[in-house]
């Protein structure tokens, strides 16, 4: 289908979103002839492992040996988490090392060591490829659990930040014991070891320093003991280098993800209702710890084999031509409507909700 020909009033949802996906691709394969070094696809998501790790393990030593502040190291090592982020994604769908097992199993070990706030990415493989087949419904699990379909308010906000959380609130509102015990046996069973130790240390590091910021304003500091002060240091230490870079940097994705998926009215396999495109320059400083997430993963469902550092190649033409077939951009009525894919102002079985779903 020839770009300058098609025209979004005469496609329906199927064309529009081939249409997209024609384009996309061939922009892809523009740029490989291009550039030949993109088509030794292994070798540079390899490479960009071993920059993501040497950036953090460096900036964690340069923290420790007092030549770097804190927060400088907490920050670029979200950046640098985020890039094993996308490389695990990539992962997950195969685009590296596919038919060598070692090197593929290696890569996914290492980014879930980067980041010990995840679940398991083995674990992990089977709930996104579920994502791709069931986008926006009640079986989205891997959506649905990092709140995508939740009204906003506090509780929202505590989960989409923090995994454990997240299960502990689903367990709570689990009306029958069977139920409850089966999210908490699912919980432990996804995020052991990992990051059930990630998010441990992170709640003592929270408790410990609740604790003395209370004795200190009741003027009765606490006197703790030397092991426990010892203990404290490590997990402060911890905190700095790779607890905390992961709880910024799963905070950023998952408030950017969980809003630029639609759910709970979309069309099941109509791609055009499953993402939006959210670029807004103010969304930037998430962004950054989320590797340009909200601006590009919505071109993935569109063509889902393409790495993420194409993706953020393709973005300029892949956007024209998303807005020009009807992808929405920073539609921010979601925060207000939980999600849904259709405005509230548009009645159910109304000329104009026909149309969105047609779209």
Same mark, same amino acid.
């Given at each position: 289908?020839?770009?300058?020909?098609?025209? *979004?009033?005469? /496609?329906?949802?199927?064309?529009?979103?081939?249409?997209?996906?024609?384009?996309?691709?061939?922009?892809?394969?523009?740029?490989?002839?291009?550039?030949?070094?993109?088509?030794?696809?292994?070798?540079?998501?390899?490479?960009?492992?071993?920059?993501? =790790?040497?950036?953090?393990?460096?900036?964690?030593?340069?923290?420790?040996?007092?030549?770097?502040?804190?927060?400088?190291?907490?920050?670029?090592?979200?950046?640098?988490?985020? =890039?094993?982020?996308?490389?695990?994604?990539?992962?997950?769908?195969?685009?590296?090392?596919?038919?060598?097992?070692?090197?593929?199993?290696?890569? #996914?070990?290492? @980014? &879930?060591?980067?980041?010990?706030?995840?679940?398991? *990415?083995?674990?992990?493989?089977?709930?996104?490829?579920?994502?791709?087949?069931?986008?926006?419904?009640?079986?989205?699990?891997?959506?649905?659990?990092?709140?995508?379909?939740?009204?906003?308010?506090?509780?929202? =906000? /505590?989960?989409?930040?923090?995994?454990?959380?997240?299960?502990?609130?689903?367990?709570?509102?689990?009306?029958?014991?069977?139920?409850?015990?089966?999210?908490?046996?699912?919980?432990?069973?996804?995020?052991?070891? /990992?990051?059930? =130790?990630?998010?441990?240390?992170?709640?003592?590091?929270?408790?410990?320093?609740?604790?003395?910021?209370?004795? &200190?304003?009741?003027?009765?500091?606490?006197?703790?003991?030397?092991?426990? #002060?010892? @203990?404290?240091?490590?997990?402060?230490?911890?905190?700095?280098?790779?607890?905390? *870079?992961?709880?910024?940097?799963?905070?950023?994705?998952?408030?950017?993800?969980?809003?630029?998926?639609?759910?709970?009215?979309?069309?099941?396999?109509?791609?055009?209702?499953?993402?939006?495109?959210?670029?807004?320059?103010?969304? &930037?400083?998430?962004?950054?710890?989320?590797?340009?997430?909200?601006?590009?993963?919505?071109?993935?469902?569109?063509?889902?084999?393409?790495?993420?550092?194409?993706?953020?190649?393709?973005?300029?033409?892949?956007?024209?031509?998303?807005?020009?077939?009807?992808?929405?951009?920073?539609?921010?009525?979601?925060?207000?409507?939980?999600?849904?894919?259709?405005?509230?102002?548009?009645?159910?079985?109304? *000329?104009?909700?026909?149309?969105?779903?047609?779209?």
């Amino acid at each position: 289908m020839d770009r300058t020909c098609a025209s *979004p009033d005469r /496609l329906n949802a199927q064309q529009r979103s081939a249409h997209i996906r024609q384009v996309v691709m061939a922009r892809g394969d523009e740029l490989r002839r291009r550039y030949p070094i993109l088509q030794h696809q292994d070798a540079i998501g390899a490479s960009i492992l071993a920059f993501a =790790l040497a950036g953090m393990i460096g900036s964690a030593a340069l923290y420790l040996a007092g030549y770097m502040a804190w927060w400088v190291c907490l920050l670029l090592n979200a950046f640098f988490a985020s =890039l094993t982020h996308e490389l695990e994604h990539d992962l997950i769908h195969s685009m590296y090392f596919r038919k060598q097992r070692v090197p593929h199993n290696l890569m #996914l070990a290492l @980014v &879930w060591l980067a980041r010990p706030s995840t679940i398991n *990415p083995w674990i992990r493989r089977h709930l996104h490829l579920n994502h791709h087949k069931v986008s926006g419904t009640e079986t989205d699990m891997e959506e649905r659990a990092i709140t995508n379909g939740e009204p906003w308010g506090i509780v929202r =906000l /505590l989960m989409v930040g923090d995994n454990v959380m997240s299960s502990l609130i689903r367990m709570l509102r689990a009306k029958t014991w069977a139920h409850k015990w089966s999210i908490l046996k699912r919980t432990m069973r996804v995020y052991a070891p /990992l990051a059930l =130790l990630n998010w441990g240390a992170w709640y003592v590091f929270l408790g410990f320093h609740a604790a003395n910021s209370v004795a &200190w304003l009741l003027g009765a500091p606490i006197e703790w003991s030397a092991d426990t #002060l010892a @203990v404290m240091h490590v997990i402060d230490l911890a905190v700095v280098v790779i607890v905390g *870079p992961n709880v910024l940097r799963t905070f950023c994705l998952h408030f950017v993800s969980s809003n630029m998926h639609y759910y709970g009215d979309v069309e099941l396999g109509n791609v055009m209702q499953q993402t939006q495109v959210l670029n807004v320059w103010w969304l &930037w400083p998430l962004h950054a710890f989320c590797f340009n997430f909200g601006s590009t993963h919505g071109i993935h469902h569109f063509v889902v084999k393409e790495p993420f550092y194409i993706r953020q190649m393709t973005a300029p033409v892949a956007h024209q031509v998303m807005a020009e077939m009807g992808v929405r951009f920073n539609d921010f009525g979601t925060f207000a409507r939980a999600n849904r894919f259709t405005p509230k102002s548009q009645a159910v079985g109304s *000329p104009s909700a026909q149309e969105a779903g047609a779209a």
